[in-house]
């Protein structure tokens, strides 16, 4: 059920990594895609600007080839983690194989972005996971055998694994194990910039954390009553006690009070922020989508906002606001949001809540996928499934292709067949950005109320209100000031009902 692959010549791609054997299906698990993006289709566009924030972020990096322990001189890495060798695993049911491949590649790009080496990966069939090693006992031996041949120093599960499963498979492979959950919290406190950011990355990581805490030895379960605590005391010193780790358990609990508290007083900024642009009725679109599907490459496509493009999974978790004009002159906000991905924890999800609401409040949804990855159809689902978790399946949508100048005739074909509708482009070339362009403003709400109006000359600021928010369909300098035929929102019609021609 496995199989290895030659190391790639780079050597930052995969060294070793699974498939099926050729005797019974012929298709390799990652063939000659890598799992993150190659290097050169990843190249940033002139519209993503200096990337000062990325040249930051990998301004320290770790020298690869040294040892990691602590008797070793080694270099200092941003993400002050190990550069762990890994070996990841995973189970499929009957017919699911090429969904436990992509899933199995992506884990694999996920554990890259954190900063690991992938070494191997195994992939084995049968209908539920084993509930006390999550692998059958036989491939729990197999795996250890694999761990040992390739010096791997961790296991990574493609799925969240109960505490019980995960001490079980470490008692076997006697390497650290972990699961996808795990990755997926670490990439997103290496990433997390702003101060509602790092709290929403604690406080999901305390509440995955807390079923998960594991004693050890006395020190995690002395009990601190009767003639033990106090040094002995006596009298009024016994009782039941408490153990060291429901000790733990009540400090996270009250740790995550504090945050979720953090997190609910960031609300009325953002609020406020929302508000004002509801008051001056500016629309705003949503850049929504899976993972490294390119949103924040189309937002600075869109913009030129030079926001940090990386390619790496989770490279941006703040919500970013740019402002644009379309071609008549309307302003609208365009919103980079936090990335998607299968099997987002549940965590990350109620943490990002107030994130994610940043999609709700749209005018429109800018829905990007990767138009070159193996599973469209799937980051389609991904997104609309959890977008349908906070509450804004119902949004009107635009399902934007990017990277277009990775895909073929054919390719486009069957993803047409996907959506009929959907919009082709590529932000590092700049194809289809003018249509895309378009499309938004076409998208748009327009303003509710059709006025016909003379402003004079010394209420220039309405004429400039109705430039900047509503729709100018015609207008006349007369003797008597501006003549003006638009559409405008309620608010502004009310300003303008004194000057009715």
């Not at 005797?23 to 990337?51: K, P, Y």
């Not at 070339?429 to 010394?458: C, F, Q, T």
């Not at 006349?476 to 309620?490: C, K, L, P």
Request: hydrophobic share 40%; charged share 30%.
């Amino acid at each position: 059920m496995t199989e290895t692959t030659t190391q790639h010549e780079d050597g930052d791609a995969l060294d070793r990594v699974l498939a099926h054997a050729e005797s019974r299906s012929e298709v390799r698990v990652f063939g000659a895609a890598q799992a993150l993006q190659d290097r050169s289709t990843a190249a940033h566009a002139a519209s993503d600007g200096d990337q000062w924030d990325l040249e930051d972020r990998h301004a320290l990096r770790r020298v690869g080839g040294l040892s990691t322990e602590l008797e070793d001189v080694t270099e200092v890495e941003y993400r002050q983690l190990r550069l762990e060798n890994v070996v990841l695993v995973g189970v499929y049911p009957q017919g699911a194989q090429t969904d436990a491949e992509n899933s199995l590649r992506e884990l694999a790009a996920l554990a890259e972005t954190a900063g690991a080496v992938v070494l191997d990966g195994v992939l084995q069939r049968r209908p539920h996971p084993d509930a006390a090693t999550y692998l059958g006992r036989g491939k729990a031996q197999e795996l250890k055998d694999i761990v040992a041949a390739v010096g791997a120093d961790t296991v990574i599960a493609d799925t969240e694994l109960a505490p019980s499963q995960r001490r079980a498979l470490e008692d076997v492979v006697k390497v650290k194990v972990i699961d996808r959950t795990t990755v997926i919290l670490d990439i997103f406190s290496q990433h997390a910039k702003s101060r509602e950011g790092k709290a929403q990355v604690e406080l999901a990581q305390l509440e995955y954390l807390l079923p998960r805490l594991r004693g050890w030895g006395d020190s995690m379960s002395r009990q601190a009553g009767g003639q033990v605590g106090a040094g002995g005391a006596g009298m009024g010193s016994r009782g039941p006690g408490e153990t060291k780790i429901e000790l733990d358990r009540r400090r996270i609990r009250t740790k995550m009070a504090l945050l979720r508290r953090q997190i609910r007083d960031f609300g009325p900024a953002r609020e406020a922020k929302r508000a004002e642009r509801k008051r001056n009725t500016i629309p705003s679109v949503a850049i929504a989508g899976y993972t490294n599907a390119g949103k924040s490459s189309l937002l600075n496509a869109l913009t030129s906002a030079g926001v940090l493009v990386e390619n790496a999974l989770f490279a941006t978790l703040d919500a970013t606001v740019r402002r644009s004009e379309t071609a008549d002159g309307r302003v609208f906000t365009l919103t980079d949001t936090v990335g998607f991905v299968r099997n987002l924890p549940h965590q990350l999800v109620e943490a990002f809540r107030s994130t994610l609401e940043e999609v709700g409040d749209a005018d429109v949804v800018l829905h990007v996928v990767d138009g070159s990855h193996p599973d469209p159809a799937g980051q389609l689902q991904t997104v609309r499934d959890v977008m349908g978790d906070v509450g804004v399946r119902d949004m009107p949508e635009l399902v934007v292709f990017n990277k277009a100048d990775l895909i073929d005739d054919d390719e486009r074909l069957v993803l047409r067949g996907l959506e009929p509708k959907a919009h082709f482009v590529s932000s590092r070339s700049g194809e289809g950005i003018a249509e895309l362009r378009a499309a938004i403003e076409d998208a748009l709400p327009k303003p509710a109320v059709e006025v016909h109006a003379v402003v004079p000359y010394d209420r220039g600021d309405l004429v400039a209100a109705i430039h900047e928010t509503g729709m100018l369909l015609a207008v006349d300098h007369r003797e008597d000031g501006t003549a003006v035929h638009a559409r405008v929102s309620e608010r502004l019609a009310a300003d303008l009902a004194p000057y009715a021609s």
